[in-house]
């Protein structure tokens, strides 16, 4: 496959008790990013588990040197997981997906040939696998947040995200909850980068506990984006 402009590539995956999922989920990207013979590297974000997702994660960086595993000693946050995501990606592009397996990597191919023209390229969920209390969470907050910094995101927290590294040089990132990604669009937007959104497929999680729309989750993100909005009305 001709790969464009994107030939060199670090996947991370923010994983909080993820011990049943993340070994598949890394063989997968594996399997995708070996088939495409470009430089990359994987990197497992341990947020803090509670069970055996750091010791899985350590196994699997000792077997191959392109893996590399970040701890948190304590959860921190899903917010705070891509921010070391982002710090410890070294290459030239970064994506993340979700270590619960509900997203499929073979997916990401299709998005580079957009990065000639753009910054950033996001999933959109064409089949979300959730509830429908949580799909109207979801619309209401995503109608918000694109309402209260002027952006046409269509799914903003769709786990699925490819950006140029680069942009993390340019912005600061204070979010350590579920507030980071409009944290990134928006001041992304205010820097003059350019999205692009595609649609992906999203699949039901078969192992391991949904955190993602726990009532503090959403609390946090609210005082979060109240933070947000000050901070990006006074930088104007
Ligand atoms: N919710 C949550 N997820 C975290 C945290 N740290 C890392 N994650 C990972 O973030 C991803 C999304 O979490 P999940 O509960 O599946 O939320 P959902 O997919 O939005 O329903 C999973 O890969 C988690 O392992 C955290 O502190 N809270
Ligand atoms: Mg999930």
């Keep these: 496959m001709n790969t464009g402009m994107v030939n060199s590539l670090s996947v991370f995956f923010p994983c909080y008790n993820e011990q049943d999922n993340i070994e598949r989920v890394v063989k997968s990207a594996l399997d995708v990013l070996t088939g495409l013979n470009i430089d990359f590297e994987i990197i497992i974000v341990n947020d803090g588990s509670k069970d055996r997702t750091g010791q899985v994660a350590d196994l699997l960086a000792q077997k191959n040197k ?3 595993a970040v701890h948190h000693q ?3 946050g899903y917010g705070a997981a891509l921010q070391s995501g982002f710090a410890a990606a070294s290459k030239e592009y970064v994506f993340y997906t979700d270590g619960d397996g509900q997203f ?4 990401l191919p299709m998005f580079f040939k957009y990065m000639a023209d753009y910054d950033i390229v996001t999933g959109f969920r064409i089949n979300r696998q959730d509830n429908l209390a949580r799909k109207i969470n979801a619309f209401c907050w995503t109608t ?7 952006m046409k995101i269509k799914d903003m927290d769709c786990a699925f995200k490819l950006y140029k590294r680069r942009i993390f040089d340019d912005i600061k990132l204070r979010s350590t909850g579920a507030l980071i990604n409009t944290e990134i669009f ?3 937007k205010n820097k003059g980068y350019k999205v692009y959104q595609i649609g992906v497929h999203h699949y039901p999680r078969t192992a391991g506990v949904q955190t993602g729309a726990k009532l503090s989750v959403i609390l946090r993100a609210f005082k979060e984006l109240f933070a947000l909005y000050k901070q990006i ?4």
């Design 66 to 68: 392109r893996i590399k």
């Design 74 to 76: 304590v959860n921190r």
């Design 104 to 107: 499929d990597i073979k997916e």
């Design 144 to 150: 918000m947040v694109n309402l209260l910094f002027g």
């Design 186 to 188: 928006a001041r992304a």
């Design 233 to 236: 009305k006074s930088d104007k």
